[in-house]
């Protein structure tokens, strides 16, 4: 994938030199400055743009990462240690549903092994939460069967969004998020409407976000 934000660094020093030029000769032009209408109109349309970016690439990025953490739970399940005896509550938990409720004796002793399981997945999960520093620490709340494959669930979705978070997608949302960053600064920058729209142009570009600007904004004064 092609790195569609390399060029931002370069946008910087440009708009900068630009304004320290300009603040040279400010006293033999006069600058004009960016009024307030037209600074909340830019500012509206990097907020905006920004966010139809974002959103798409996150949809994108979170699918996969949901469609990934899927196809990893199985053996996300392995690696913990937890596969065997997932297993054995499920297959507890599915004799104790199955079991009629009139075997009294039968019952008592399905639903004694189904919480001795859940209490020993639960106390294996508080150390794996220690170990890996999930989010979700609510492990400590765990009473069945579908209680436990939920936060496996979430915890295996927690890791695999991570390791995609650092992927060329994952990179890429956080270039953009540090583009709008430098969107909002160029707003605030005190530069003068043709300088600050034509640096949003720049950056728009180089995240590509089709944002139509009158050439007029774009012709930059000598």
Not at 155 to 176: A, F, H, I, P, R
């Amino acid at each position: 994938m092609i790195n569609v934000l390399g060029s931002l660094p370069t946008l910087i020093l440009d708009f900068t030199h630009k304004q320290t030029n300009r603040g040279k000769n400010m006293s033999t032009k006069t600058m004009q400055p960016i009024r307030t209408h037209e600074l909340n109109h830019w500012s509206n349309v990097v907020r905006e743009q920004f966010g139809h970016r974002k959103k798409s690439l996150e949809t994108e990025l979170f699918q996969e990462v949901k469609d990934k953490s899927k196809q990893m739970q199985p053996s996300f399940n392995k690696k913990i240690k937890v596969e065997v005896k997932l297993e054995q509550l499920r297959k507890a938990e599915k004799a104790l549903n199955d079991f009629v409720s009139n075997k009294e004796k039968v019952e008592r002793e399905l639903q004694l092994n189904v919480a001795i399981l859940v209490e020993q997945l639960r106390n294996d999960l508080k150390n794996w939460n220690e170990v890996r520093q999930w989010d979700n620490n609510d492990c400590h709340t765990l009473k069945s069967l579908s209680g436990v494959e939920d936060y496996l669930e979430e915890v295996c979705y927690e890791e695999t969004k991570e390791v995609y978070m650092k992927s060329e997608k994952g990179k890429l949302l956080s270039e953009l998020n540090r583009a709008e960053d430098m969107a909002h600064n160029t707003l605030y920058s005190g530069g003068s409407i043709t300088d600050v729209v034509s640096h949003l142009s720049g950056i728009f570009k180089q995240c590509k976000i089709d944002v139509r600007i009158p050439e007029t904004l774009l012709q930059i004064k000598n």
